[in-house]
């Protein structure tokens, strides 16, 4: 492989070639600026074209110097040189950064649309339409002429339709390079220059090419490809536990089921304005993520002498190809930087930044949390001087640039779920255009289908215009729409914007290989539970698939599941034939992992090969060989392989023999001699005759005696006891109606304490009882448990304590309220509705009630009316309901004036004309006056 430098003139034509610089080294990062570092003598041919300012292309030939072409990012600058004269080499030496660079002297101008708290506002845009409309208007002021760029605000530069929209505020002054930065950390855009066009896409899309899978997959190998392959691994940002510090008083905390080497290490994250317990598991889960375990950052140094594969032919930044991992195994690694350099002798070297698809996990996941903390809120304290009070409540305007972004997450259950945050543009006028300060914001929600109800979700306290709410169904398609309001004023709803909750698209990692054993002529497959590299499992991992396949005829078949650690058998299968195995692994979502590394094992057989199949005479059969504990397989000698007569004393050892060993039915009396059964031949307790044992006389058995009916486990414990004396019976261990369909199960086996479940007639999503005596002390709380709703947001809890009784309905997930609560104290009751950020509820004390939330005034069966409506210019005003009521309300009011701050009136007031539509409120004044009316109404 060759380079060279080839010359240009700043946005002109070629002027010619560098062609024997001293040194060179280039830097291309993915979703940065590239640099070039040059030293050049002053004597070498084309010296000259550096004394003034141009642009440098890197150029590079694959073979040998037949044809030569730019790279992507391969455009530089030269805007920094250094010389010595002094010396007389005549050395020279520039830093060139990349043509991109040049986005720093492009500035976004205030425009023609008012600011927002001193910000441009871009609403509901892509991020084609942004950095165009940055671009395109600076143009248009003459600046940056050879710049071009080739996507659109509809399509990416590979013609791809944007798939994101966003509502974000800029300060005026902010340059191009930033912003463009700015969006490619959030994870919005990939972009890079192709000479001097700038060029965007959708992100991990064009510039995330997978070159790692396929049949010729791009494979960096050490001796031919790599030369060196440095690690440099680091624990000093590791944690185990996230405390996330949210709105208020809102915490969460979350743990890593991995402990540290030293134990548990802590740290935190501030996410004001987040309440609901489903984001703030989004943001701990994305911090321990990041946090788990030792970073490493891949160097590994190449080499273009004797690779099959070439930089830029062959491979770019932002693809993913195979080079050696950890061991120096291929992995599947990303290219985060190709560095490439030059002597003076004109060999090309250089070097590869990677990162394994874990870290770009942490990328994305990085990248999508700072798009949550952060959403589209601007800052506050420009010094802008607020509008001043109304002198009665306004309608505000309907808020704009409506913006809805959803995510899924995995809950505290192992179970997906939803998540959505929502931006908006601020209302800073009401409905007529007059200047407003609003007091917060309501967030509606409905499913997206005609006639779904509107139902509000949050509100927020201005200026904080992003709200996030969780959990919702994934696969469900909602409609969103917000409102702000002034004094209890609300205003016109902004356009609804439709979303569809994602699933986790996440698979789980690969897991570790298989360990194989034979043994009795059966192959067992052990997996230890964890990723490959000792990485444990997520939450919701559903199940490790096994598969087998034959080497000879390849062409892998399932043949077992393991849902943790553990094993399979897999039997029946030729003796000494190899059988390669390998696991992938499955979440509840049916994402599945890639394949792990292969295992190969073969059966052996138990006895020679010649009595395979056959009857086993007694000469095939050595003395004492014949043990229970290891040669014969339960139900595995069956009549029709014995030799009548063959199996006589001296063939089996003392016990050999079990019921375990023998198939039932398979001895008959023609394969026993004649009075061969004796009393010498039986086991003691036979001959005794107190009691039968069924099973180790000693281990797990059930007996039959004079007492009784007993059972015992393999410890010897009793587990089943039926009394001859009075029938009674007493069990220890699972009681079932049935195995499956409509059961009733008691005491299941697994439970955490003793219960009863009753299960449906088809799944597993049982309703259950059970007893809980750590709630309160001395006492023996008693639980009743339904299953969950459909979509797993939902279960109804009945608790009964000594001294008090609760009902109430929460999500399964996280356990937090979500839905109606009723509950009986000795010192209270209460009834109502409650969320994680919800409460509507009345308590009722011995000596009073106390009611906590809003009031609805809606419908015409409310009992309890509650207005404030100012009125102007009279003694006398109509006050109507808003909606015709089921009976005649009963009615009091006051009167405040509208000065500031308001006094109360010294005239009398009174009512009249009360009927199901409104009532006449009158004052005693003789005089015309404005007033501020408060008026309470009730039905009896």
């Known amino acids: 492989m060759l380079v060279r430098l080839a010359v240009y003139a700043p946005n002109g034509a ?14 291309h990062p993915l979703g940065d600026v590239p640099s070039l570092r040059i030293s050049y003598s002053a004597h070498g041919p084309g010296a000259e074209l550096l004394d003034e300012p141009c642009e440098i292309a890197l150029e590079y030939s694959a073979d040998g110097g037949v044809s030569w072409a730019e790279p992507y990012d391969g455009r530089f600058v030269r805007i920094r040189r250094r010389a010595d004269a002094a010396d007389r080499s005549g050395a020279r030496a520039a830093e060139l950064p990349g043509y991109a660079w040049m986005l720093r002297k492009v ?44 996507f659109t605000p509809a399509h990416d530069s590979a013609g791809a339709a944007w798939p994101q929209i966003l509502t974000i505020y800029y300060q005026p002054g902010i340059d191009a390079l930033t912003a463009l930065i700015n969006m490619s950390e959030q994870g919005l855009i990939d972009w890079r220059m192709s000479g001097r066009t700038l060029q965007l896409y959708a992100a991990d899309t064009t510039l995330g090419r997978d070159l790692a899978a396929g049949d010729g997959p791009v494979d960096l190998r050490l001796g031919r490809d790599v030369l060196a392959a440095p690690d440099e691994a680091t624990l000093e940002d590791a944690a185990s536990a996230v405390l996330v510090l949210g709105e208020g008083a809102f915490v969460h905390q979350q743990t890593s089921p991995t402990p540290g080497p030293w134990g548990r290490w802590e740290q935190y994250v501030a996410a004001g304005g987040v309440s609901d ?71 090309v070297g250089g070097a590869l930044t990677l990162n394994d698809r874990f870290l770009e996990h942490q990328i994305r996941l990085a990248r999508r949390t700072a798009g949550i903390v952060g959403g589209s809120t601007i800052d506050g304290g420009t010094g802008a001087r607020p509008a001043p009070e109304a002198p009665e409540p306004r309608t505000p305007a309907a808020p704009t640039g409506l913006t809805v972004g959803a995510v899924a997450y995995i809950d505290a259950g192992g179970f997906p779920a939803g998540q959505i945050t929502a931006s908006w543009s601020p209302v800073t006028a009401d409905a007529g255009g007059v200047a407003l300060t609003v007091g917060g914001y309501e967030l509606w929600w409905a499913l997206n289908a005609t006639g779904a109800p509107w139902t509000l979700l949050t509100s927020t306290t201005a200026p904080d215009t992003t709200a996030t709410y969780s959990p919702l169904t994934v696969g469900e398609s909602y409609q969103f729409k917000v409102r702000a309001i002034n004094l209890g004023k609300a205003g016109g ?33 052990e997996w230890d539970g964890l990723g490959a590299g000792a990485v444990p499992m997520p939450a919701d991992l559903h199940r490790v698939r096994v598969w087998m396949q034959d080497p000879l005829a390849p062409g892998y078949a399932e043949v077992g599941s393991l849902t943790s650690a553990g094993s399979i058998v897999v039997p029946d299968q030729p003796y000494g034939a190899s059988r390669q195995f390998r696991l992938t692994a499955i979440d509840r979502s049916n994402n599945e992992s890639a394949a792990s590394a292969t295992a190969t094992i073969a059966t052996q057989a138990v006895v020679n090969t010649d009595v395979i199949g056959e009857v086993l005479d007694a000469a095939k059969l050595i003395d004492g060989t014949l043990v229970a504990s290891d040669k014969v397989v339960a139900a595995s000698i069956t009549g029709g392989l014995i030799q009548s007569l063959a199996i006589n004393t001296g063939h089996l050892a003392a016990n050999a023999v079990t019921a375990a060993k023998i198939a039932a039915g398979q001895i008959q009396t023609s394969h026993l001699q004649a009075n061969a059964v004796t009393a010498d031949k039986l086991q003691a307790v036979l001959t005794l005759s107190t009691r039968i044992v069924a099973g180790n006389p000693t281990g797990a058995r059930v007996e039959l005696s004079t007492t009784g009916l007993e059972a015992y486990n393999a410890s010897s414990v009793q587990t089943l006891s039926i009394s001859a004396t009075t029938g009674a019976v007493s069990i220890i261990g699972q009681l079932s109606s049935g195995t499956t369909g409509t059961r009733v199960v008691i005491n299941p086996a697994g439970a955490a304490t003793p219960e009863i479940r009753f299960y449906p007639s088809a799944g597993t999503n049982f309703s259950r009882i059970y007893s809980d005596a750590s709630l309160f002390a001395g006492e023996a709380t008693l639980i009743q448990r339904s299953g969950t709703n459909a979509g797993s947001t939902a279960e109804t809890l009945v608790q009964h304590a000594a001294g008090s009784w609760d009902v109430w309905v929460r999500h399964p997930g996280t356990l937090a309220f979500n839905g109606g609560r009723l509950s009986a104290e000795q010192s209270q009751a209460m009834i109502g509705y409650q969320t994680a950020s919800l409460v509507q509820r009345l308590t009722f004390l011995p000596s009073s009630t106390r009611h906590s939330g809003t009031w609805s005034t809606a419908g015409s069966d409310a009992g309890l009316l509650m207005y404030s409506m100012p009125f102007n210019g009279g003694i006398g005003w109509t006050l109507s309901w808003h909606a015709t009521m089921a009976s005649v309300p009963l009615v009091v009011w006051t009167a405040d004036t509208l000065a500031s701050p308001p006094s109360h009136i010294t005239v009398g007031t009174c009512v009249t004309n009360r009927s199901t539509t409104g009532v006449l409120l009158l004052t005693t004044s003789t005089v015309a006056i404005s007033i501020q009316a408060m008026a309470w109404a009730w039905r009896m």
């Open 107 to 150: 500035i976004l101008y205030p425009g023609s649309a008012p600011l927002v708290s001193g910000k441009r506002a871009f609403l509901s845009a892509t991020p084609g339409a942004i950095m165009a409309t940055v671009l395109a208007e600076g143009q248009f002021r003459g600046a940056l002429p050879g710049l071009a760029y080739d």
């Open 14 to 27: 070629r002027q010619g070639v560098l062609a024997h610089p001293l040194t060179l080294e280039a830097a």
């Open 277 to 347: 317990v489903g984001t703030a598991t989004l943001l701990a889960t994305s911090a321990l993520t990041r946090a788990d375990g030792e970073r490493v950052q891949r160097t590994r140094q190449i080499t273009t002498r004797t690779a099959r594969w070439l930089p830029y032919r062959d491979y770019r930044p932002g693809d993913y190809v195979l080079a050696p991992g950890e061991a120096g195994h291929a992995t599947p690694l990303r290219i985060r930087q190709i560095t490439l350099w030059r002597d003076a002798a004109g060999v």
């Open 493 to 525: 709803f902004s356009p609804p914007q439709a979303v569809t909750i994602p699933d986790d698209t996440t698979p789980p990692p690969v897991p570790s290989a298989p360990v194989l054993s034979t043994r009795l002529g059966v192959i067992h497959v």
